[in-house]
């Protein structure tokens, strides 16, 4: 029986979830439905520890994503564990507002920079924090929207 695509399948540039080279923006999803799966099936935790080296976020801040403690996270680490379904969605809640970010702003580094600063249109909250929930992740998708319109904001 064919399985689903999963997280740690190769990507087109061949290399793999676990991989060093690895990028959040490698992250292949084609569709809703593969998203599904991917998170059902649930990534694995070094999907975690490379969003919080692109966007820079210490432990607390990335056990706060996975709403989990950060001995928590510590331990999911150290046992390199796959991510129960509530935080791989939140991991890919994060993973693709920072890929449209990247295309608006034009770069990973340059998005991970304007996901950690205050935003007037958010009410002065950073976009990170607002993306905690899920209709927090709604508003910021929608002011990258806007600002990749040309909307003022």
């Known amino acids: 029986m064919p ?4 997280p740690t399948d190769p990507t087109p540039s061949g290399s793999t979830m676990s991989g060093s080279t690895m990028s959040v923006a490698d992250l292949h999803v084609a569709n809703d439905a593969e998203a599904d799966t991917a998170i059902r099936g649930g990534y694995p935790v070094a999907v975690a520890e490379q969003l919080q080296q692109v966007l820079g976020l210490t432990d607390a801040e990335m056990a706060e994503v996975l709403g989990r403690s950060r001995r928590t996270y ?12 509530p935080e791989s969605e939140r991991v890919f809640r994060y993973v693709r507002l920072l890929r449209r970010a990247a295309t608006v702003f034009g770069s990973e580094e340059k998005a991970a920079w304007w996901m950690k600063k205050p935003s007037p249109a958010l009410d002065g909250r950073v976009p990170f924090e607002a993306a905690l929930t899920a209709p927090g992740a709604v508003l910021v998708d929608d002011l990258l929207a806007s600002i990749e319109h040309g909307f003022p904001v």
């Not at 399985?3 to 999963?6: E, L, R, S, Y």
Request: hydrophobic residues 25%; aromatic residues 6%; proline residues 6%.
């Open 3 to 6: 399985t689903a695509p999963t």
């Open 74 to 85: 510590t331990r999911y680490r150290n046992r390199q564990a796959q991510l129960g379904l």
